[in-house]
Structure formats: structure tokens, C-alpha cells
């Protein structure tokens, strides 16, 4: 079964450093997402891709966030100068269709800023 | 967007079925209802989604209220895997998929 793939798995990074988080979606999907779980709390939308661009982000995603798809297969989600408060789960997900359809989303991507 | 409301807590003995109700009374005409889960310390899942009818897969079923102002998420025989976080979200067709705090469904074994 086709599935979303997210790396690195856990990172852990000081204060101030920017992060890279990558995920592969699956093959054929042309809508990509990135949310972000603090520890006990909901699940938090950040952005939407699609046709290379963003198509909606929410207050959260501002100018420490960016998301590129830098190939065919890759969609990644740099955070610049993290704070402590970033500390949390990133899940990539992807969508064959916008709204309508199921979104398929990866394990996620743990984030310890210290 | 369309508000959510659904309990925060619910508890179902094992091989029992389960009831998740949902009320999103200001949904409009054409916002799809989805459902997702969250296993404890996994990504959100899809379960099932729908329009108006009623709608059935491998995982549940979802019963759609004809004024479509609520709905509910039946799992047949819950078990112990069953256990996570359920979410119920309209979506807007073009628009994104808002989680809210969903309900945590405890299963005894």
C-alpha cells in the first residue's frame, strides 16, 4: 500500500538553528500539507501545496516557515531560527484530490528544540 | 468553517459497537464529512468520509443525518486497537482540512 514517508524521524537542534523536515508523498498526488502537533494538544494546520505553490497557510506559517518541493518527489518544510516552542510533531500528509478525498499523512517528524 | 462538536470522551467494551456522534450544524451544501483517528503517537488516519448518504468501508460506517446537521461514525465491534483520538471535520470542497479535539475513544477490553 502506497504511504507517506517523513525524515528524520526525531531531531533534536538548538535554539536558533534551522531545521529541515522532508517528506515523500505519495507518487501521484499533487496536493501536499504540513500540520504540527504540540505534545497534548490538536492537530494544527501550517500549509497546503499545490502546482508548486502555496495554495493556503495558516496565522502559524509565517515568515520562519517556508515549504518547497525542490524535485519530483520531495516536499519540505524549513523552519528558521526555531524557538522552543517548535518543539513538536510535523506530519506531512497528501491528497489525490483537493477536499473531496482522503488525506494519507506520515508518521511524522519529531522536533526537540533545546 | 464549519463548527464541530463532539464528545470529548467516550468508553465502549471490546467486540461492542461503538456510536460516535458529531453535530456540525452550520455545515453548508457541499462540504464533504470526514472522519479520521489518531492512534496514540501516529499520524492521523483516514476513515471514512461522505456527502449526504450514508456510507459504508472496512473500517465503519458513517450515518449522515438527512438535515445533515450531524453525524455518526459506527464501528461495528470495537477492539483494542480501536482506541485513539476520533475526529469528525466538514470540508469544504477546495478548502483544507481543520482538526478539532475530537473524541477520545477508550475500549475495555
Known amino acids: 500500500e502506497p504511504e507517506v514517508t517523513q525524515t528524520p524521524s526525531h531531531q533534536v537542534t538548538q535554539m536558533g538553528q534551522e531545521v529541515i523536515l522532508r517528506c515523500v508523498p505519495i507518487s501521484n ?11 497534548g494538544q490538536k492537530v494544527e494546520f501550517l500549509v497546503s501545496f499545490y502546482n508548486n505553490e502555496i495554495s493556503e497557510k495558516s496565522e502559524i506559517f ?23 516552542e517548535d518543539s513538536a510533531m ?25 | 468553517d464549519a463548527k464541530t462538536t463532539q464528545p470529548n470522551s467516550m468508553e465502549s467494551n471490546e467486540e461492542e459497537p461503538v456510536h460516535l456522534p458529531c453535530n456540525h450544524s452550520t455545515i453548508s451544501g457541499t462540504d464533504y464529512i470526514h472522519w479520521y483517528r489518531q492512534l496514540p503517537s501516529q499520524g ?5 468520509h461522505g456527502l449526504t448518504s450514508n456510507v459504508n468501508n472496512r473500517m465503519a460506517s458513517l450515518a449522515i443525518a438527512e438535515d445533515r446537521k450531524s453525524s455518526t461514525l459506527i464501528l461495528h465491534r470495537a477492539t483494542l486497537r480501536d482506541a ?18 475530537g473524541t477520545s475513544l477508550t475500549v475495555i477490553p
Do not use: M
Open chain 2, 44 to 48: 492521523p488516519e483516514y476513515v471514512i
Open chain 1, 62 to 84: 509565517d515568515d520562519q516557515f517556508s515549504v518547497e518541493r525542490p524535485d519530483g518527489s520531495n516536499f519540505t518544510l524549513k523552519i528558521r531560527s526555531t524557538k522552543l
Open chain 1, 90 to 114: 510535523y506530519f506531512c500528509a497528501s491528497s489525490g484530490s483537493f477536499g473531496t478525498g482522503e488525506l494519507f499523512f506520515g508518521e511524522g517528524s519529531r522536533l526537540t528544540v533545546l
Open chain 2, 84 to 101: 485513539a483520538v476520533y475526529y469528525c471535520i466538514p470540508v469544504p470542497t477546495g478548502n483544507q482540512f481543520y482538526f478539532g479535539t
Open chain 1, 29 to 39: 498526488h499533487l496536493y501536499f500539507y504540513w500540520y504540527r502537533q504540540i505534545l
